[in-house]
Every structure is written in structure tokens, then in C-alpha cells.
């Protein structure tokens, strides 16, 4: 089974406008001959307006970082898929830090991917285990409720488009990476089983799971070479050309 391989970067709540106008301008001479990998950037929302315009007939590709469920109405602050759509491709959703600080739930986690297929965006949905989880040997159970309970109810067509990105949450910003190998393990032995078994063989051998937490360009190459790590999803590393783009290139 090839899959191909995707790097998004996950820029958190940083860089203004301006400074997503320069990033990007200096990212994209540097990334627009690059089609053998998806390449994705995750501004915040403010910025995914003058990302379209500087990504616009390039290869880069854009996400959000998180949205509503709902597609209208009361919600303020919010930010509904179908406003999404006209932006972006993709959108982050469960990310660590929302579960965290944000009062985000494996149920919430669940009405916003399905939400966001309905809506025809594609949702990159995150699971981890946290520090105490990790050295409790709760890896395994944890990750898999993510799983299930994220991607609940969900048809095997709608599952082809979901990317699953595992970001255990002691690696998130530490800069301890898991270990290819650690990482690997709970790609192809607890979170590709349970995907095949949700929505079948061909459709679980298929989707992609990216690693996040602490990649760099030195670590990136042999992360990305395990079987069941189909790329990754980037915080830190994203915010500066050199590294993204070196990251980039190691996913071939
Ligand atoms: P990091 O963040 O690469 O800075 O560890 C990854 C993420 O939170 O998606």
C-alpha cells in the first residue's frame, strides 16, 4: 500500500498578517517544484485570507486549526466549516492543546469531523497520550478511544478522507521526539488495526497517520521512512523556512 506522504505545519497562534504575507513568500519559491509529497500550512483563521492569495498556483495547500460543528447562527467567536471551505482544504481538529485549555472532548472531536467531511473539508484529526498516561502503559487504551470515539459513526467513504496524526503529548513542543520506532508502534499496532476494523481493509490500509511532536529536520528522514508514518504534522519547525522546507524534503 502507498500512501502518499503529507507535511502540514501547524503554526499555532502565531505570525500577523504581514508576517504570514512574508513567510509564505519566502516559503513558496522554495516549495513550488515539490509534488511528490502534500504540503499544508495552518495559519490562524485571520490569516488564511492573504495565504490563499500567496499560495494561490502553488503546490501548498491550507488548513485551519480548528472550527464549529454547527454552520451558522449564535456562536460568537466561532467559526463554521462552510466558511472554511472557501479558504482552506483541510482543518486540524482535537489538537492536544484543545483538549487541554479548550474544554475539547472526544464528543466534540467527533460532531467537528464530521461536520467538516459534511462540509467538504478534509479533517486532520489529533490523538495522543499525555506524560502520566505514557508512563501509567496507557498509550495503547488512550489512543484508541481517541480513535474510535473521534471517528464514531463515520461511513468508509467518508474515513477515506480523514488523516489521523498522532501527537503524543509529552513530544508536543519539548523537543522529545518519540522515537521512530515508539512512534511506529502505535501507528501500525494500535491505530491502523482499529481502522481496518472500523472501516475495512483496503480503506484502513489507506489512510494516512502522520507523527507530530517535536519533528525537525533532524529527526524528520527516519520518522518518516517507518512503515505507518505517512508524514507529519509540524508546530515549532513550521515557523521558519529553512526547517519546514528541509522537513518538507525529507518526506520523500
Ligand atoms: P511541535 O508541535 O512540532 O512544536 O512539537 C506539534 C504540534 O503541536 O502539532
Known sequence: ??????????????????????????????????????????????????????????????????????????????TSPAMLVDLCRYVIIGHSERRAMFGETDVSVNKKVKAALQAGLLPIMCVGETLEENKAGLTAEVVSRMVREGLKDLTALQATDVIIAYE?????????????????AVHRDVIRPILREMFGQLVGNGMRILYGGSVTPANAAELFAQSDIDGGLVGGASLKTESFVAIVKAAL
Not at 49 to 76: K, M
Request: glycine residues 10%; contains cysteine.
Open 1 to 78: 500500500m502507498i500512501r502518499r506522504k503529507m507535511v502540514a505545519g501547524n503554526w499555532k497562534m502565531n505570525k500577523n498578517l504581514y508576517e504570514t504575507r512574508d513567510l509564505l513568500r519566502e516559503m513558496v519559491p522554495e516549495l513550488k517544484d515539490i509534488t511528490y509529497v502534500d504540503i499544508v500550512v495552518c495559519p490562524p483563521f485571520v490569516g488564511l485570507g492573504v495565504a490563499v492569495r500567496e499560495t494561490a498556483d502553488t503546490p501548498i495547500q491550507l488548513g485551519a486549526q480548528n472550527l464549529h460543528w454547527e454552520a451558522s447562527g449564535a456562536y460568537t467567536g466561532e
Open 168 to 184: 503524543p503529548v509529552w513530544a508536543i513542543g519539548t523537543g522529545l521526539a518519540a522515537t521512530p520506532d515508539g512512534a511506529n
